[in-house]
T-cell receptor, first 114, second 114 residues
């Protein structure tokens, strides 16, 4: 079945460091790929998404490119801030109008130090 | 206006009690979900409803019973609460087939069973 694997955390960085959180997936068909972010005490919210191969999703300085050849969707940010401290979830969604299923990775906690 | 709202946000109760969590979405979505997040942040889908009909029912004890009176509401009732039910429960919604099925989450209900 479909699955999502993302790097284990926690990831601890200093402010202004470069961030990469790896995410790979297995899926039949052509899923959409997502990164969601969960700030402390809150629900998950969409950070960015890509719906087809070679698409790049971007938001708030974060980027991820849908790589079909490597089945990956790695999250990157050039310069992290303390406010980026959160848990990041990679996810895929596949299906059709008859029904979609979304599968989440295990989450990666990011700590950014001032 | 909150897109997906759930109540209560915090709930502390004794083992053996019965409790309900209510959820409403004002996004006009046709699909609603309940997710359970454990202490390690792992997110697991419990149920999914599409236009008031149950379409996903993962391996969840039958002490958990969802009810959808209309497509904007999906409540979760839990009977005979156990210590292992302590978790954060997230309600969510999506519009199937739109934007790759982006999911919108509520802020969570923190359930503690003592």
């Amino acid at each position: 079945g479909d699955s999502v694997t993302q790097m284990e955390g926690p990831v601890t960085l200093s402010e202004e460091a470069f961030l990469t959180i790896n995410c790979t997936y297995t899926a039949t068909g052509y899923p959409s790929l997502f990164w969601y972010v969960q700030y402390p005490g809150e629900g998950l919210q969409l950070l960015l998404k890509a719906t087809k191969a070679d698409d790049k999703g971007s938001n708030k300085g974060f980027e991820a490119t849908y790589r079909k050849e490597t089945t990956s969707f790695h999250l990157e940010k050039g310069s992290v801030q303390v406010s980026d401290s959160a848990v990041y979830f990679c996810a895929l969604s596949s299906g059709n109008t008859g029904g979609f299923k979304t599968i989440f990775g295990a989450g990666t906690r990011l700590f950014v130090k001032a | 206006d909150t897109a997906v709202s759930q109540t209560p946000k915090y709930l502390v109760t004794q083992m053996g009690n019965d409790k309900s969590i209510k959820c409403e979405q004002n996004l006009g979505h046709d699909t609603m979900y309940w997710y359970k997040q454990d202490s390690k942040k792992f997110l697991k889908i419990m149920f999914s409803y599409n236009n008031k009909e149950l379409i996903i029912n993962e391996t969840v004890p039958n002490r958990f019973s969802p009810k959808s009176p209309d497509k904007a509401h999906l409540n979760l009732h839990i009977n005979s609460l156990e210590l292992g039910d302590s978790a954060v429960y997230f309600c969510a919604s999506s519009e199937v087939g739109v934007s790759g099925n982006t999911i919108y989450f509520g802020e969570g209900s923190w359930l503690t069973v003592v």
